[in-house]
DNA sequence: ATGAAAGCGCTAACAG
DNA sequence: CTGTTAGCGCTTTCAT
């Protein structure tokens, strides 16, 4: 069923078809309504890629993800495709597996299919390759760094601050040998993390040790790894920082693997605050982003710019936002259960 | 830059452009080579609509999900995307949050799409939206069943035997006043687990009780609810098997803040496996299911179907899964640690 | 207010 | 092996 065939059974035109379409108060009421009825007893539906030829949009998005089995990640798409279904737009929903290249065949794959823009997060792409994708008129936003993309609009969050914060907090509750472990990806964010760290110690006058800075895979095994190696120390850490809750669930595993209690013995701050950070026991204290919120704020920043004149210079725009900490049980300070803002 | 622009450069016609686009073979190849660099200098990518106005193709799959925050969810998604990815497909992803109109209007963006086929994850869609589809000549392909859609191609668990499986071990080791908590979707699944668990009880004699049957919400939540009721019980039951891990992962919860202990005093056993159930404290005995097999062989299904001439009738195509009882500490038996098949 | 006709960029017969 | 040409289904001037 074609615009042709309606035209024909309607007795007008196919550009008066179109018309009822596309400018509908440009053809007389009573041959409009005529047409309508037709379309909608032969539910017709005009050619996507015909249309497409014409106008060169596609009301569809494209949006990358580095890892669709991890709920954290998750979020944030459905805060992208909140406002983009509410938009009527459709997600192209990408799932990058933490790999460059792949991430690169997807932007190439979403370029083909003229997406009309692209949310990216926490990519791990080089500047040329957003360039070349701006270059092309399709705008594209970051959400969440993971490497030094520069000139980009993006929406982060303040992952100095909120490890400054999860530091404070473990000094001001006794604690003063203080380890990090933090996952290799996100990159960018991670290193702030541990610059949040590094500070407060040095503010708290905390001579800093290497050994107690580790990297590993953000997994809960990496965590586990790492925790094994802490463990093994000469002068083990009491408290432990991670980038990272599922990097602390391999910490509790393991502690749980070699009888050291939590946090009587060792009190352990998470990054994320993912669902189980809830449920597991015992219930970790970490810190919470606004995942849903920096998809929703990153979208609505897309569409922002997709909406703007392209004479407006948009690449500076930067958006940070702020997170909590979620004080529970495992940094171990029966007094002050609650949450600090 | 377009085909014509390219044909212009390599002083060809555009027809030997699009030729050794398509068909290499039928091109000489010292032309063929001079077009090729041509297209690589000025980097050309045929427009998409234009080629999918002729070839009415777009080699996209629509993949519909209850649920991107459920990471099994996304395991099956995972699946999928890895078999089209391998036959250079893109896989269009939506989120129908359990909701029918949802579900209807993806369904609905995807035609207009024109995606090649639809991978459905336990839809709630009725047999006549799904006749509607492929009706326009779209296969699709059910992975897990929700409802009763008869007469399309399925990939889907043995939800029945799993739960057999389940309650059988329960009372190989002693139990027998033992409830089903089941949340309400996915619903077919959940109605055949419920039938495994009273098949087995009726076997083994065991009165059934219909207090000791709890229907919830599909979440820690509606587990928790559920399992306070199980607790306020003059005869509590000793065991409680439920249709998620989540909803375990809320009994648990509730048994600890009312200081029941698991194993002890109640065994628990969940259903899927989810990464959490090994990290919770005690790790939770439950049912496997191969996620990721159900998505990759959906996926071959559903390629199959694409592939194959449209004279042969694929509608009743079924594929049964087999999932394992992974037994571990919640359950309570100490001398069967391990894995029954 | 409506129709005729010229594309949008590409593919595939059909000739040569 | 290559060029010419007629569409694919729709939108949009340009007439009327």
Redesign the interface.
Known sequence: MNIKEIAKIAGVSVATVSRVLNHPDSVAPETKERILNVIKESDY?P???????NF?RTN?IGLLIPN????SY??I??GV?DVAHQKDY?T????AENAVEKERRYVE?L????VDGIVLVSSLLESEDVDAVMKQGVPVVLIGENRNISGIPIVRIDCHGAAAKAVRHLIDIGYRDIAIIYGTTPERENMRKIEGYKQVLTEEGIPLRNDYVMEVANT?EGGYIAARRLIGMVKRPRAIFTSSDLLA?GV??AM?DYSIRVPEEVAIVGFDNI??SN???PKLTTIEKPMHKMGLVGARLLFDIMDSKEEEDTSSREILLQSKLKIRKSCGHRDRIGEIF
């Open positions: 539906t050619n996507w890629f015909a249309r497409g030829l060169n569809t669709i089995l991890n709920p998750m979020e798409a459905k495709e459709t192209f929903l990408c799932n794959s370029m083909r299919r003229k809960v669930f509790i595993d749980r669902r189980m449920l597991i026991e």
